[in-house]
């Protein structure tokens, strides 16, 4: 597939991933949600892809729906089929970006709104230049978190900060943001995209295995009990101890050398 509204790009074993429509903040069309999906697919199903790095073009991260694009659902008002195409456009992507076993890294370049914060709190690890904000913006245009917002916001803020964020109109600094645990890291804009590959690189070079089993422990993790967690720990163990990976990783301490993770 070839793409108009991102842009696709691989570096060593780093997948990057562009939204790329400047003009209008990398707003989210039909065709950039379905772009989006198809090169998640790729990542997600290409050996050679270890980490996705995810960022936008121009000064913005992504500004959420295209507000000048609804018309491409049809129908108004009541009959605006939104549920529809949530279910359709929005939520393949994220439940992609939670369920892969490969770590995804946003690269938050400038305002992230609406949906367009929703992915970059579906990716796990965030970070973002000084400029950047983020704003829970449906509640401007009468709408509720969607793409995932309310489900990571409660659990990345707890209850009274996720409520008042997502009732308010207010803009999180990066600065805010790394306060209140929303992104890990925020450096100076100029730092950005390099600060942001070294970081995806490293994350590359690692037990790929292990990195996405630990993403579904901790995936599940928010939704298991104590004895159950442990069991299903023990079960993930059983998997990351037999790859290739783990045996170089002890290999590699016994022998005081650095390791060499080949991602199986
Ligand atoms: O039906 C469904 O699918 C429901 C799903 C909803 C999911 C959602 O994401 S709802 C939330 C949608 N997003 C928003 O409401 C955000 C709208 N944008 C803004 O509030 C502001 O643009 C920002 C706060 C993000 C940035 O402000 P600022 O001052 O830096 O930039 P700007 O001048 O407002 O925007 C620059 C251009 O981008 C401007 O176009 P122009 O005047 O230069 O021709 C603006 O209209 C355009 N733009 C920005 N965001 C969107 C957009 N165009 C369409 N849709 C947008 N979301």
């Known amino acids: 597939m070839s793409y108009q509204t991102i842009l696709f790009g691989q570096r060593d074993s780093v997948a990057i991933i562009t939204l790329n429509r ?7 069309n039909r065709q950039l949600m379905e772009e989006l999906a198809d090169a998640l697919k790729t990542c997600e199903r ?14 913005a991260f992504c500004s959420g729906q295209d507000l000048s694009a609804l018309e491409e659902l049809g129908g108004h008002g009541e ?22 076993e490969k770590p995804i890294l946003a690269a938050v370049n400038g305002v992230a709104a609406g949906a367009g914060m929703s992915l970059a709190l579906a990716c796990d690890l965030r970070i973002a230049a000084e400029s950047a904000t983020f704003i829970q ?19 990345m803020l707890g209850l009274g900060r996720a409520f008042e964020l997502a ?17 890990n890291r925020v450096v100076p804009d100029d730092r950005l995209a390099e600060e942001a590959m070294t970081w995806a690189r490293e994350l590359a070079q690692g037990p790929t295995r292990a990195i996405g089993l630990t993403k579904r422990a901790l995936n599940r993790a928010l939704l298991l009990d104590v004895d159950e967690m442990l069991d299903y720990e023990a079960q993930l163990q059983q998997i990351a101890a037999a790859t290739a990976d783990s045996a170089e990783g002890i290999r590699a301490f016994l022998e ?5 993770f080949q991602g199986r």
């Open 256 to 260: 005081k050398r650095r390791p060499n």
């Open 22 to 28: 400047p003009k209008v903040l990398n707003a989210c």
């Open 46 to 59: 290409d050996p050679a892809i270890r980490c996705v790095l995810l960022t936008g073009a121009g000064r």
């Open 167 to 183: 009732v308010s109109e207010r803009r999180v600094s990066a600065q805010e943001a790394l306060e209140l645990g929303l992104v």
């Open 137 to 155: 913006s449906f509640v401007h245009i009468g709408l509720v978190p969607d793409a995932g917002s309310s489900y990571f916001l409660v659990r």
């Open 79 to 100: 009959q605006l089929p939104v549920a529809a195409h949530l279910r359709r456009l929005y939520n393949p992507v994220i439940l992609r970006m939670r369920k892969m």
